[in-house]
């Protein structure tokens, strides 16, 4: 299975201050043009929601403070202003291969 | 609007089976594959495998102990998972791959989630 290891696991900011996660897979995540990552924020008691998608496309609705670069094994999840709605704990996901499989998640909370 | 709905036993005790259904409304349910996921209380996600008409995929961590199956005329899919344990202990997801089939994946569209105890 490929591995993902996210970093870091707890993630204080304050905000109106930017915020960056990163994201490391076993393997490269980069076939036929294609970046096989996407990240999810699951905000407390709530299910998990997309925010980008194959690597660096928005979901419909996110806030384009939000972005998602990089490719290979090599990932980040950049948000260029914190707001209190983006607490919660984030994901990142790889579907190069079956089985899926999730990063650990980074807790972002509000200073 | 798409909405996915768990349904099922929220207890279930050791060595028996697990069943839950997700019924979806409001899109075309044919053209998707549908995936379910779990989530042990406290900790992260874990994909258990996905249904495409009678294409299925699952993780291989669960053993053969799982089986999704499909009703197309009811919008609907499920899930079995035998000899449950402890460990199954977890709030288990249905979702919606809103990617192109057989090229891309990604979750757009997720249940809220159906907590589920394994417990004598």
């Known amino acids: 299975d490929i591995v993902m290891t996210q970093s870091p696991v707890s993630l204080p900011v304050n905000p109106g201050e930017p915020a960056s996660i990163s994201c490391r897979s076993s393997?490269?995540?980069?076939?036929?043009?294609?970046?096989?990552l996407d990240w999810y924020l699951q905000k407390p008691g709530q299910s998990p929601q997309l925010l980008i998608y194959l690597g660096s496309n928005r979901a419909s609705g996110v806030p384009d403070r939000f972005s998602g670069s990089g490719s290979g094994t090599d990932f980040i999840l950049k948000i260029s202003r914190v707001e209190a709605e983006d607490v919660g704990v984030y994901y990142c996901m790889q579907t190069q291969e079956a089985p899926y499989t999730f990063g650990q998640g980074t807790n972002l909370e509000i200073k | 609007q798409v909405q996915l709905q768990e349904s099922g036993p929220g207890l279930v005790k050791p060595s028996e089976t697990l069943s839950l259904t997700c019924s979806v409304s409001?899109?075309?349910?044919?053209?998707?594959?549908w995936n379910w996921l779990r989530q042990p209380p406290g900790k992260g996600l874990e994909w258990i495998g996905h249904i495409y008409h009678s294409n299925i995929n699952y993780n291989a961590s669960l053993r053969s102990r799982a089986t999704l199956s499909v009703d197309t005329s009811q919008s609907r899919f499920s899930l079995k998972l035998t000899s449950v344990t402890a460990a199954d202990t977890a709030v288990y997801y249905c979702?919606?791959?809103?990617?192109?089939?057989?090229?891309?994946?990604?979750?757009?569209?997720w249940g809220q989630g159906a907590l589920v105890t394994v417990s004598s």
């Open positions: 393997q490269s995540l980069h076939i036929n043009g294609y970046k096989k």
């Open positions: 409001g899109d075309s349910f044919s053209s998707y594959v």
């Open positions: 979702a919606r791959d809103g990617g192109q089939v057989g090229t891309t994946t990604y979750f757009d569209y």
